[in-house]
């Protein structure tokens, strides 16, 4: 179970964030940890102090916008959104995690495609 | 990081991110939902409670290292740094107004010296390459560099290479009547090339050209920008337009900008307010090799030094010496650094000045280093705390590093804030020949200057506690009992006392050895009473005073006009006084004592007077008479000569009876002396009196007239009826430059007044923060040993032992501080050097009462420990912590 801020690498993260805000849309917080949960299979644990840096350094970097808003269960919360720049910067960022996925691949002799 | 990031955490580190309870409203969000998840789930509170933070980590944690990204980290730490250093600084008002204090005053006196020493020093001219400008003059056999003729001056454009152009000035005074008031103007007859030389241009019209510098015609000034604004109005249309002085119409045919500062002028700090050309011609007037009265410059061509011009200017000045032996002295030419010969008088003084003042800034920043290491003693158990709490030892030293440069920024501030008023005082106490001194203020440069001091006084007093703190064991610190002293920086702290008590008596002894030499000096006898004496200048000029008669007519009535005044005991006129800035020597020529060339005969300072004259300044007469009313135009020339004279050129034999010719040896009529007066001083209290000759102002007039009040009360209270009833008599004669003659005498202290006044200044300063050192290191060894005390006390010591115990450091401190000052002032007052007048550099005076002050002052300074030691409750003293 991986799930300290060590054994998730930072651009891993915010390539993650990134993806996730794409599939879903605007999505707060929680939303954001609870869906890296599921997606994992319960294997990733985001803890607060490694997602909100994050999410502030995407936001720095205009990759992401925040608003307040209601979740589901009428709570208020910071609803995060994949903003233009931010979808250039994930398809870059895919790109370059496939090619590096490949390699690393074919370089652990594997011989078949990663799964994405 | 990219640009946008860095962006956001500037904006960030300057408060402007998202704000801290933004971020705890969404982190509290998210565990709100997924407690209330967790509760979904079936978990009891504390189970849901539990699971969530182990999920999410700790809140605080998050909430810092979302800060973190906020801004920039090291300006957080920055910033706490400061908060946390002026809440230290506020803790302990007693230490940081003492530091802060003692900054100011080493900050603001070094800026206020270094303002005026950069204004008067550094700057360069404000002229095109000043570096090449050059003043020449040919050096006399005393060494000093000389004015030169015309001719010569000729001579030296056609012979040298060393120059791109030379020009030579003459004084010009001419007398503007504007609206029927008088005034007299400070200007100078400069060659045709002078502003092209200088480099500089004027704002309005032009300069002179070659065909306005001649003889036969000169009749267009330049006018300064000051007076141009003043006397006409800043009129825009003056170019072209005719001005009439001394009855001539002058065309005025540029104006100068404002930012060209007269500081070339016949005597460099009168301010030129206007000028004309020279219009002289080999051959004409008083262009002769050795009317000796023009001062010349020179722009140096580029690549050519000085000594270099000097030298061959010298090879230029043997030839002309080969070609006319009996009009130049063997000898060299002086070839100067313009900004050099402007200032040469006043670079020692300042010098001087600036190492007294760079002493009181090394007392300061001793003291608060000592203030500073006082207190981290008294610290190290709050340091030690915070290692142990898990402090870098580096975040420790940039917490005390950003303490240290919190109070001197602080103490900077007010420093600069304090030279602007010292500045103040100094140009008020400055004497009036300190060149350039109206350029003096807080500049930009100066300011910087201050940060650089602040910067290195931080730099100097954070090392101490710095290095102290990182050397201590400070872990051990917590365990070790609070009262007791690191033996390292004790011995520091006292080292520091004695270099503080060292230099304030240097400084002392300095200040001691001046006092001694201005009142010597202001003891000396002028060889005339200043006292209740009022002086005014007259200037008879124009068609209506061209011929002697009507200058006669006039000073007669003059007189009788001053006399007709209440209050009015004699009145005199003469055409110069001592101490009146005027310098008039002649050639002395005795029928029968004549050298073969009558270049060796002696220069005589000449005086034009009235008969009242010698009355009025309280001269004695010597032997023979005065001039009397018989004394006329018609007469027998007469001349009356002092006793330096008299011992000059006759030595023992009796010089009345004898003749001789003033000024010309070949030319002029001769005159009998008729008696012998006092000697006076002319212009230097500190030089022995120059030679004198007296002159009837009836045989030979003058029309540069001084007036002599002698008043039966108060000298001054009578300068405006007098200045009224010369007016009166003729309104387009310009009356000015009333003066007491007194008030003239102590001028000529002046220079050495102001040495004086710093130096008891700095020395005061000095002295001040020695003894807050000083009663600072005593009465923390007091405090340190309150205990120790308290047992002495109760184990039956008597009083006078524990004094002794606890004020015997102070005595040894003293001792060395004293043995180190002397031994420094004996190094340093010889570089008063001439400042030195009457007493020795090491008055034995002046040094004993340096001293005793010290000792009086560091006795003082004991006091207070002293008494609170001898008020030690044994029973209170043993429980003290």
Not at chain 2, 76 to 82: K, N, W
Not at chain 2, 104 to 125: C, E, K, W, Y
Not at chain 2, 739 to 762: K, Q
Request: proline share 5%; charged share 20%.
């Amino acid at each position: 179970m991986a799930h300290s801020k060590r054994d998730i690498m930072q651009g891993t993260l915010d390539l993650m964030v990134l993806k996730t805000l794409e599939t879903i849309g605007s999505l707060h917080g929680y939303g954001i940890a609870q869906r890296l949960q599921q997606v994992s299979d319960d294997a990733l644990y985001v803890n607060q102090g490694t997602l909100y840096p994050a999410l502030l350094r995407l936001e720095q970097r205009g990759w992401i916008a925040s608003a307040w808003g209601t979740s589901e269960n009428n709570r208020r919360a910071r609803f995060y959104s994949l903003t233009r720049a931010g979808r250039k910067q994930l398809a870059l960022e895919e790109a370059d995690w496939q090619r590096t996925a490949s390699i690393m691949a074919r370089l652990l002799g594997r011989g078949e495609e990663p799964a994405q | 990081m990219n640009l946008r990031e860095l962006a956001s955490r500037i904006a960030g580190a300057l408060g402007r991110g998202r704000s801290d309870r933004e971020i705890a409203a969404d982190l509290a969000a998210h565990r709100d939902e997924l407690e209330a998840f967790h509760l979904r789930r079936g978990l009891t509170a504390e189970e849901a409670r539990r699971a969530v933070r182990f999920e999410l980590g700790g809140e605080v944690q998050a909430l810092e290292a979302v800060r973190d990204q906020r801004s920039l980290p090291f300006v957080d730490a920055l910033r706490q740094d400061l908060r946390y250093g002026l809440r230290m600084l506020r803790r302990a008002p007693g230490f940081t107004a003492a530091a802060v204090l003692t900054l100011a005053i080493g900050i603001g006196a070094n800026t206020a010296i270094f303002s005026v020493v950069d204004a008067v020093l550094l700057r360069p001219l404000p002229y095109a390459d000043p570096d090449r400008l050059v003043s020449l003059g040919e050096r006399t056999r005393a060494g000093d560099p000389e004015r030169v003729g015309y001719a010569t001056f000729i001579d030296w454009e056609a012979r040298s290479r060393s120059f791109e152009s030379l020009a030579v000035m003459r004084s010009f005074q001419p007398t503007l009547v504007v609206n029927g008031e008088a005034e007299r103007l400070a200007g100078v007859r400069v060659t045709w090339s002078y502003f092209e030389m200088l480099g500089v241009r004027p704002a309005l019209g032009r300069t002179f050209t070659q065909e306005e510098d001649r003889p036969d015609a000169w009749h267009e000034v330049v006018l300064s920008d000051g007076l141009w604004r003043r006397r006409f109005g800043g009129d825009p249309t003056i170019v072209g337009r005719t001005v009439v002085m001394n009855d001539l119409p002058y065309r005025v045919v540029g104006v100068m900008p404002a930012s060209f500062p007269p500081l070339i002028s016949a005597k460099y700090y009168t301010a030129a307010e206007i000028w004309a050309p020279l219009g002289y011609a080999v051959g004409v007037g008083d262009s002769c090799r050795d009317c000796r009265h023009l001062r010349a410059f020179g722009r140096l061509r580029p690549g050519v030094s000085a000594a270099a011009a000097a030298a061959e200017m010298t090879s230029v000045h043997e030839q002309l010496r080969a070609q006319y032996p009996t009009q130049y002295e063997p000898g060299s030419v002086a070839v100067v650094p313009l900004g050099d010969a402007i200032t040469a008088g006043a670079r020692p003084q300042l010098l001087l000045l600036l190492g007294a003042v760079a002493c009181v800034l090394v007392i300061a920043c001793a003291n608060v280093a000592n203030l500073l290491l006082a207190r981290s003693e008294l610290r190290r158990r709050e340091l030690a705390l915070r290692v142990v709490l898990g402090a870098g030892r580096r975040r420790i030293a940039a917490q005390l590093l950003t303490e240290t440069a919190l109070l001197s920024a602080i103490g900077g501030a007010c420093g600069l804030l304090l030279a602007a008023i010292a500045m103040r005082g100094v140009s008020a106490v400055a004497p009036q020949t300190l060149p350039r001194l109206g350029e003096v203020g807080i500049d930009l440069r100066v300011a910087l200057f201050a940060c650089v001091v602040v910067i290195v006084a931080a730099a100097l007093v954070a090392l101490a506690p710095i290095r102290q703190a990182s050397r201590d064991d400070l872990r051990g610190q917590l365990a070790v009992d609070s009262r007791t002293t690191a033996a390292g920086a004790g011995r520091v702290r006292a080292l520091l006392v004695v270099a503080d008590l060292a230099i304030a008596l240097t400084l002392l002894a300095g200040a001691a050895v001046m006092l001694r030499s201005v009142t010597s000096l202001a003891r000396v006898n002028p060889g005339f009473d200043p006292n209740r004496i009022l002086s005014m200048r007259i200037i008879l000029g124009g068609r209506t005073y061209a011929e002697d008669p009507a200058v006669r007519a006039y000073q007669t009535q003059a007189i009788e006009h001053l006399r007709a005044l209440p209050g009015v005991a004699a009145v005199a006129l003469a055409d110069q006084i001592p101490f009146g800035g005027d310098f008039d020597c002649r050639g002395f020529h005795v029928q029968g004592r004549m050298k073969p060339n009558a270049v060796d005969d002696p220069c005589i300072q000449r005086y034009g007077t009235t008969p009242a004259y010698l009355s009025v300044m309280s001269i004695p007469l010597k032997r023979g008479r005065f001039f009397t009313a018989e004394d006329g135009e018609t007469s027998q020339p007469v001349a009356v000569v002092s006793e330096s004279t008299a011992r000059l050129v006759w030595g023992t034999a009796d010089p009345i009876g004898s003749v001789v010719r003033i000024g010309s040896a070949v030319r002029g009529p001769w005159c009998t002396i008729v008696g012998v007066v006092g000697d006076v001083r002319h212009e230097d209290l500190a030089a022995p009196p120059i030679p004198a000759v007296y002159m009837p102002e009836s045989q030979s007039t003058d029309s540069f007239l001084v007036a002599l009040v002698k008043s039966s009360s108060d000298a001054a209270a009578l300068a405006p009826s007098a200045i009224a009833a010369v007016r009166q008599l003729d309104p387009s004669v310009p009356v000015y430059g009333a003066a007491s003659v007194a008030a003239l005498v102590n001028g000529a202290i002046g220079e050495r007044l102001f040495v004086m006044r710093l130096l008891a200044g700095f020395a005061a300063v000095g002295l001040l923060l020695a003894a807050v050192g000083l009663y600072g290191l005593v009465a923390y060894g007091v405090s340190q040993r309150t205990r120790e005390v308290g047992l002495r006390l109760a184990l039956g010591a008597t009083s006078r032992e524990v004094l002794r115990l606890l004020l015997s450091k102070g005595v040894t401190l003293l001792a060395a501080g004293l043995a180190a000052g002397v031994a420094g002032a004996v190094l340093t007052t010889r570089l008063l050097g001439s400042l030195v007048f009457g007493v020795s550099p090491l008055d034995p005076l002046a040094f004993g009462g340096a001293a005793l002050t010290l000792v009086a002052v560091a006795v003082a300074a004991h006091v207070i420990p002293a008494i609170r030691a001898l008020r030690i409750d044994p029973a209170l003293a043993l429980r003290h912590d």
